[in-house]
């Protein structure tokens, strides 16, 4: 495969022109994040100086697959004559565009596409990032309160720190989609082999904030003992009960009947059925040493099997690292990381 790297429309390096050389070139991405672009053009290269800082458009195509579309944001010169350039993803310009002051709750899909109609309505027309599709939670209420003008970028942070799910950049020809995915819903054909393709894996369990019981309150201070078939006025997870006894916290929730409030707390308390357990690993990406290998994208599920370490389940891709120069040294990032309970109340509950 070829990749090359234009600035607009001018091709300032590619793998299959010796002259138009690129000395190194790796494109790093992660799960909602903005992708990073750093490559080096030799001396040599007539298009060193070609790239100026936030002007043009700088993309990467593989053979004729558009995989990045960004700027750049700092060059720097180096002793032997070559020039570093960084770039940043088309994802970063949502923080060149400040959101309205949010006084009012809305649908998150109401609230996800308003957010991208304003940013469009003020970007250069290069940098236009079209809505795409909004499958998270769409009918959920958005309460993303702030009395400030935060970013776009700010604002879909906060909403994705509150509602989950996925923002992921589609390429659509040359044009960018941003979609907000609960799930990406794709698995990987290539799987992790311990002995094959994985290089490193960590596997942390702790019983720190282990919970076996919730309280939870809904708006008006509603409770839950009405619909409970218990009758109590929490819920427990019987495995975890049974294991530790009574862990209890409260936990407080935007429920507005006490039928929603038992739901709520149950997806969390669900949730928290292994606890405090995160597994990440890094593989060599195959795909990109053998074509007939399938990729691994951003948000794709993923089977992961080392026997030494115990390990036979399913990941999904959080990084990856693309690297036009040496195509071996690609490397995928898998993780899989269950919430503590702290930390789903402070996002608010799963809803």
Known sequence: MMYTIYYDDIAVASTGHPTFAMASAVIEQSKNSA???????????????????????????????????GDVISTRLRFDGSREITCQGCLAWLNDVCSTKID??????????????RYNSLCRQTRRIEQGVCTNKPTATAKIFDGTFISIFEYFRRLIDAKGGLMLPRYEGDTVYLDYLDTKNKTSGQEIYFGRNLLDLDN??????????????????????????????????????????????????????????????TATLNALAVLNQTIKLSAVDLSMIDSSVDSIEIGDTVHAVSA?????????????????????????TLGKTLKSLSKIIAMGGIK
């Open 35 to 69: 992708d990073k672009f750093v490559f080096t053009l030799p001396a040599t290269n007539p298009e060193r100086d070609t790239p100026q800082i936030r002007m043009g458009i700088v993309t990467v195509r593989r053979d004729n697959e558009l995989i990045f579309k």
């Open 104 to 117: 009012t709750a809305a649908s998150v899909a109401y609230s996800f596409g308003a957010r991208m109609t």
């Open 204 to 265: 942390y369990i702790s019983a720190e904030n282990t919970v076996t019981a919730l309280y939870p309150t809904g708006q008006n201070g509603i409770t839950i003992e009405s619909v409970n078939p218990t009758g109590y006025v929490f819920i427990r997870n019987d495995a975890l009960y049974s294991r530790y006894g009574m862990i209890a916290q409260n936990a407080t929730y935007d429920s507005e009947t006490p039928a929603e409030l038992l739901a709520d707390a």
């Open 308 to 332: 030494p370490h115990g390990l036979d389940t399913e990941l999904e891709c959080s990084g990856k690292t693309i690297d036009l120069v040496n195509p071996a040294n690609s490397t995928i």
